[in-house]
Nanobody
Framework: QVQLVETGGGLVQAGGSLRLSCAAS????????MGWFRQAPGKEREFVAA????????YYTDSVKGRFTISRDNAKNTVYLQMNSLKPEDTAVYYC???????????????WGQGTQVTVSS
């Protein structure tokens, strides 16, 4: 079992930056693929980024490539999402997820945080 708590959301102007953090608890955290998803109003939840347990491999949805960076610190049981050059279309509730598995052309998570709101104003 893994418990996840996201922090770092907020309101930012277009072109700005935010860093989301996800603190995890659970004995097997370090072995999980970790990731971030987001859900905008009226839309389905979508995959944003994922990282393997070592941090050696990362995956991103096309719309955030070159702007977002996922990283993890297993010693701190924390995964991060650095978001730069934010756009209004990045506005969503961002969810941290653990134990991601490939699912079709995307990913699905087994454990979820409660989400943190990111709002980008134009």
């Amino acid at each position: 079992q893994v418990q996840l708590v996201e922090t770092g959301g907020g309101l930012v102007q277009a072109g700005g930056s935010l860093r989301l953090s996800c603190a995890a608890s659970g004995r097997t955290y370090s072995t999980y693929v970790m990731g971030w998803f987001r859900q905008a109003p009226g839309k389905e939840r979508e995959f944003v980024a994922a990282t393997t347990w070592s941090g050696g491999r990362t995956y991103y949805t096309d719309s955030v490539k070159g702007r977002f960076t996922i990283s993890r610190d297993n010693a701190k049981n924390t995964v991060y999402l650095q978001m730069n050059s934010l756009k209004p279309e990045d506005t969503a509730v961002y969810y941290c997820a653990a134990d991601l598995k490939p699912y079709g052309s995307s990913w699905v998570g087994a454990y979820w945080g409660q989400g943190t709101q990111v709002t980008v104003s134009s």
